[in-house]
């Protein structure tokens, strides 16, 4: 089976302007999950979508958003981009809704940067 | 909040010898998971541990989980080159998301 993939691998915004990143997970998992990776927070949850509803949410702002299509891929998408928001987003996927019990099989990130 | 605390930051070792990295957490948890991340890569699922007092071993990896359900950790003997990268802790506290540790950074000298 292939992994998960995510596009674009690299993405370069300037500040005020909103990104659309997409994650395809692995074929049959039903759950995707957004993370936000910086050096200095390390990974943090942003939030967790099963058959098209987001089941949880991290402590990120309304400027950080997403959904799930019938197809099990993702978008998350960032509005008003700021300095801080430059990091490695990684999408994961699990089989099923029980994402915390599953391993997650990740992505290999996007990596955006904000100037 | 619910916090969990991994240490330590960094481990520098020469080839050969063991290393640990500890996850420890003021309250219960439900499972712990460990991933493992290789310089410019993404993290990798190693393991998962939901019994109190399991313990777990794959090849050189020994895994831990606490009696108390509130620490875990990850002992490699004898690292090798390979070994190289950031090892995190994921805990579940029963609320249905992964909270991940700030990750060990492993070096490995020649």
Redesign the interface.
């Known amino acids: 089976k292939a992994g998960v993939t995510q596009t674009p691998r690299y993405l370069i915004k300037t500040r005020g302007q909103q990104v659309t990143l997409s994650c395809s997970p692995i074929s049959g998992h039903r759950s995707v999950s957004w993370y936000q990776q910086t050096p200095g927070q390390g990974l943090q949850f942003l939030f967790e979508y099963f058959s098209e509803t987001q089941r949880n949410k991290g402590n990120f702002p309304g400027r950080f958003s997403g959904r799930q299509f019938s197809n099990s891929r993702s978008e998350m998408n960032v509005s008003t981009l700021e300095l801080g928001d430059s990091a490695l987003y990684l999408c994961a996927s699990t089989p099923g809704a029980a994402q915390v019990k599953e391993t997650q099989y990740f992505g290999p990130g996007t990596r955006l940067l904000v100037l | 909040g619910q916090q969990v605390m991994q240490i330590p930051q960094y481990q520098h070792v020469q080839e050969g010898e063991d290393f640990t990295t500890y996850c420890n957490s003021s309250t219960t948890l439900?499972?712990i998971?460990w991933?493992k991340q290789r310089p410019g890569?993404?993290?990798?699922?190693l393991i998962?541990l939901?019994k109190s007092g399991e313990v777990k071993k794959q090849k050189r990896l020994t895994f831990q989980f606490g009696e108390a359900k509130k620490n875990s950790s990850l002992h490699i003997t004898a690292t090798q080159t390979t070994d190289v990268g950031t090892y995190?802790c994921?805990v579940?506290f029963g609320n249905?998301?992964?909270?991940?540790?700030?990750?060990t950074r492993l070096t490995i000298i020649p």
Do not use: I, M, R
């Open positions: 439900s499972n998971q991933y890569g993404h993290p990798v699922f998962q939901v995190f994921a579940n249905e998301k992964l909270t991940f540790g700030t990750g």
